[in-house]
């Protein structure tokens, strides 16, 4: 199994970026997928999830407005859009798949980093 992140950098603020990760080695819609960040001194936090269906999508109150979440079930991937980047969203993006049909079935990867900043 693996969820492999891409997509991270150095960014200014008021920018834009889409982060990637490509699942290989299980049943990709049958999972629920998500993003999380983490950054120094803080909680890891959600961020954005989408079910295998693509028809339940929640958004942190920090993300609405400026992150989309999106998946491609033929390509495996699961994609997180993000505007208007600000320093604040700074840190490492996480992305999980949690299987529907056995909620102690999870997989995470490796993240990949975000820095935002002049």
Known sequence: VQLVESGGG???????????CAA???TFSSFAMSWYRHSPGKERELVAAINSADNIIHYAPSAKGRFTISKDNAKNTVYLQINSLKP???AVYYCKALSEQNALLSYWGQGTQVTVSS
Do not use: I, K, W
Not at 13 to 19: F, H, K, N, V
């Open 88 to 90: 604040e969203d700074t």
């Open 24 to 26: 290989s080695g299980f």
């Open 10 to 20: 150095l960014v200014q603020p008021g920018g834009s970026l889409r982060l990637s």
